[in-house]
């Protein structure tokens, strides 16, 4: 594996206010990487600065191999970003919003074969707004890979799901690196990061605490002496949720 992703010494100040205070970290080509923080952590900016949608104050940046002081419109080029909800224009359907974002990257898609892909083929005719919660998601992430991109980047997307169709987004997501794509997600799930991610980069007040596989981390915690202050049971609530209501999708 190579670095697809690299950042140094990257500083984001606004105004007088330091958001991002020099980090350092490198992506690796097919991982999924986490980026992990309290809220004001400097997450999104740090994502912004590397999705070419925010300038940085000081710091390299590589992406691809493009060097992002000089190369944004091939940068923009390999990434796929999920776009904001408010660009879904609600008088077109699922098929055709994928045709029309599929113009605007000027990339001929097979709109039925990408819904099939996040298993929305039968919501091709439906509108954005008739989706639930899941489905958007799914669609939302259908639409970061139309420019058949290198990278996606993934802000939050379980957010306010349940179970069943968070379960199912990271069997998309895992789908989705399986075809090669590195994968940036941020989530405050930690059970997902755990589970998901190859490596997680922890941030705090604009710096990068903690950087390595969920594994390791937690290893690197318990050979400190740490435990944990509950008895741990051979299954949690969401065990119990999953058992007694199944693992199919609701509201499909
Ligand atoms: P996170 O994504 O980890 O929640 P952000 O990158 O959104 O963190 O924010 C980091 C810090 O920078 C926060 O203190 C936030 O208030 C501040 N910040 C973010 N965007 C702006 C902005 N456009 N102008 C001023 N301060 C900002």
Redesign the pocket.
């Known amino acids: 594996m190579s670095a697809i992703i690299s950042v140094k010494n990257l500083v984001?100040n606004?105004?007088s206010?330091e958001?991002?205070k020099g980090i350092s970290f490198e992506v690796q080509e097919g991982e999924i990487f986490g980026l992990l923080?309290?809220?004001?952590?400097?997450?999104?900016?740090?994502?912004?600065i590397i999705e070419t949608l925010r300038n940085k104050t000081s710091g390299e940046v590589m992406v691809a191999g493009y060097n992002i002081d000089k190369n944004v419109d091939k940068i923009k080029q390999v990434i796929g970003v999920q776009l904001q909800t408010s660009g879904f224009y609600p008088g077109l359907n699922l098929a055709e919003l994928i045709n029309l974002f599929s113009g605007l990257y000027n990339e001929p898609v097979d709109a039925i074969a990408l819904l099939k892909l996040v298993n929305l083929e039968d919501k091709a005719r439906n509108k954005f707004k008739e989706l639930s919660g899941g489905q958007k998601q799914r669609f939302s992430i259908a639409t970061t890979i139309i420019n058949k991109p290198k990278i996606i980047f993934l802000d939050e997307p379980t957010t306010g799901l349940d179970p069943q169709a968070r379960r199912n987004l990271w069997d998309l997501i895992r789908d989705i690196r399986a075809k090669g794509t590195t994968i940036i997600i941020?989530t405050h799930y930690m059970d997902e990061a755990e589970i998901l991610c190859d490596r997680v980069a922890i941030?705090n007040e604009?710096k990068i605490i903690a950087l390595n596989s969920p594994d390791q981390l937690i290893d690197d915690l318990v050979a400190t002496g740490f435990e944990r202050p509950k008895e741990v049971k051979q299954a949690n609530l969401e065990d119990v949720f999953i058992n007694l209501t199944g693992h199919a999708l609701r509201s499909e």
């Open positions: 984001k606004y105004g206010f958001a991002v923080g309290p809220n004001g952590a400097g997450k999104s900016t740090t994502l912004e941020t941030m604009g």
